[in-house]
Structures are given as structure tokens and as C-alpha cells.
């Protein structure tokens, strides 16, 4: 893998992540609580009490936190906390702000593979290893974005690397399409999962999809340490003896644990990845273990926020989340595209 040659800034003046640890937490706990208790028909913080504390099936109040919020707003805030990791993790191995899985690929390889392993027998595996699956399919993709990015004398250059995620990406949807358009059992499936929603998640499907993204999340956190000797340029990792090339490896298949899990559980959500790390300014000056947790914890509060708009908007009616993160995500996209190519 070709060393990328249009680094981050690194600025002089330098503030941990460890104080904002307290305000992405305390956000994403704020917003659980008002996906969980919210909603058409509110409940009070001591109904969940009782849930935890002497759940009562014959309960409707019980049931309906059990079965169907409590589910939704842990596959939501999973999914957001690992896309928001893996974007974080992506701009600092290759130092690129727009580094994101929905633009390089990978829930789009994620999405393909999916949909392959609903719509033909032949591959179906059981319920528990489809997010690991899913999770080959990812990285497989964004390993093929990476392959092409870096050929040529120029090697891997930031703009290459935008346009050929955007080309595999189309490639796989394309795909997609074509199985979805021969498999009209599996269109009508996927059709909302396919656009980003959480409200077919289950607890079922939580615990398939937690350790995946829990592995993906450990071996981010394993490698976090040589993220900032690598924000200041290759050559001078190398002398603090820092790999970058096994540093990208270990975070290629780091991101693809976690958008693979992601995927599984609420579908291609796009551009978590590229906005929660916006919300914190600095954070990629001084790439860390930290920073990592305060990103994840910020993409968990940023989809759940989603969420929460996707079905109150419109109420009775509800909108995918995915619509919503893509109608916020694409603006910054675009701020963030201008900004870098003056």
C-alpha cells in the first residue's frame, strides 16, 4: 500500500480528548433515554425499572420496551458508534477527512454481500455469522478501492482514492439492483433495511452483530497508539518504529468489522462516519485512543438523534434513518470536498 502523500495538518498546540469524554457521553445517554421512553406512547423512567428489575411478559409497557425500543435503540447506537469509530479511524491511517465507509466502499460490500446470502441459498449462513460475513464483504471491497487507488507512479492520492470508493461503490449497488430486480422475495425483505432503517432490528440481532463489532472496536483501540506517530508522515513513523503499512492493514480490517456488523443491523447508513468527527475540532491533530472513544460515542448520540427525527418527523408515518443521515451528510460532504481542494 502506496504511503499517502497529502498529510493532516498537525498543529502545535495540542488539547487531550479526555475532557470531551464526559459531553459525548452524556449526550448519547440523554438521547437513549428519549428513544427509549419517548415515542407515541411515553413512558415513565420507572417503567424501565420495573423492566429490568422484574420484567412482567403479561406487561403491554414491558413487551413493547423488550421487544421492540430496546432492541431498535441498541442497533442504532452499535451501528452509529462503530461507523463513527470506523470514519474516525480511516481519516487517520490515511489522512484524509473524507475518508468514510459509505463513500470507500465498505457498506456498500457489506450491503452486496448481505442481499447475496438473503437472496441464494447456496451461500446462506446462520444468523450469528452473517455480520462476520458481511464483515469479509466490506473489506473486500475497500481492499479493491485501495488496490486500484494505489496503482500509477502517483501512488495513493486523496482525490483517486474519493473517485475510485465512489466507482466501487456504484459498482456494488449496481449489483445489488440486479439481484434485487431477480429476487422480488428479497426486494420486499430488504427494501427499507436497504436504505438505512433500525425498526426490523432485534435482540437476536444485537447479540450476532456486538462481538463483531466489539473485535473491530478492540483492535481500533490496539492500534490507536501509532495513529498519531503516523499523522506526521510516514517516513517519520517509521523512525519512531511504527509500521504504516501493518497500521493501515490492522485498521482496513478494524473498519470492516465494524461497518459489517453495522450494516447488518440497520443497513448502508451513510456518512456517520464523516460527520461525527466534524462535530469535534482537533481531534485528527492528535489521533488517539481517546479520540476514538469520543467519536464513537458521538456516532452512537448522531444516529440515535437521527432515529429519534426519522420517527417523529412525519408522525404517524416514519422515514428511513438513512434518508436523514444522507440529507445532513452529503452538505458536509460537499463543505468538506471544497475546503480541502482550495
Known amino acids: 500500500m502506496t504511503a499517502v502523500t497529502t498529510p493532516i495538518p498537525v498543529k502545535a498546540a495540542r488539547r487531550s480528548p479526555w475532557p470531551l469524554l464526559p459531553l459525548a457521553l452524556a449526550a448519547a445517554l440523554a438521547l437513549a433515554a428519549v428513544h427509549l421512553l419517548g415515542g407515541p406512547k411515553p413512558m415513565a423512567p420507572a417503567t424501565l425499572v420495573d423492566l429490568l428489575t422484574a420484567y412482567n411478559p403479561r406487561n403491554i409497557d414491558h413487551r413493547m420496551l423488550a ?39 465498505l457498506n456498500a460490500g457489506a450491503s452486496l454481500t448481505m442481499v447475496a446470502l438473503t437472496a441464494f441459498p447456496a451461500l446462506a449462513v446462520g444468523p450469528s455469522l452473517r455480520p462476520l460475513v458481511a464483515s469479509l464483504g466490506a473489506g473486500a471491497l475497500f481492499a479493491l478501492v485501495l488496490g486500484f487507488a494505489s496503482a500509477g507512479r502517483q501512488g495513493l492520492r486523496p482525490v483517486k482514492l474519493i473517485f475510485c470508493g465512489i466507482a466501487f461503490t456504484a459498482l456494488a449497488n449496481a449489483l445489488t439492483s440486479v439481484i434485487l430486480i431477480l429476487d422480488e422475495g428479497t426486494l420486499e425483505e430488504l427494501r427499507f433495511w436497504l436504505i438505512g432503517d433500525g425498526a426490523g432490528a432485534r435482540m437476536a440481532h444485537v447479540a450476532a452483530a456486538a462481538p ?35 497500521l493501515r492493514v490492522g485498521a482496513l480490517c478494524a473498519a470492516a468489522l465494524m461497518c459489517g456488523a453495522a450494516v447488518s443491523l440497520v443497513g448502508p447508513m451513510g456518512f456517520v462516519g464523516l460527520v461525527a468527527p466534524v462535530l469535534w475540532p482537533g481531534l485528527h491533530n492528535r489521533p488517539s485512543a481517546a479520540a476514538l472513544i469520543v467519536v464513537a460515542l458521538t456516532g452512537a448520540a448522531l444516529l440515535t438523534a437521527a432515529d429519534l427525527a426519522a420517527t417523529g418527523l412525519l408522525r404517524p408515518r416514519e422515514l428511513p434513518t438513512g434518508a436523514l443521515t444522507g440529507l445532513v451528510g452529503a452538505p458536509v460532504f460537499l463543505w468538506i470536498f471544497a475546503r480541502t481542494a482550495k
Open 67 to 105: 421487544m421492540l425500543r430496546l432492541p431498535r435503540l441498541l442497533a442504532v447506537m452499535l451501528a452509529g458508534a462503530g461507523l463513527g469509530a470506523a470514519g474516525y479511524l480511516l481519516q487517520s491511517v490515511l489522512r484524509n477527512r473524507l475518508g468514510e465507509p459509505h463513500i470507500l466502499g
Open 212 to 246: 463483531v463489532a466489539a473485535a473491530g472496536f478492540a483492535l481500533a483501540l490496539l492500534i490507536a497508539p501509532g495513529l498519531a506517530a503516523l499523522s506526521l508522515g510516514d517516513a517519520l513513523a517509521r523512525g519512531l518504529g511504527v509500521s504504516a503499512t501493518g
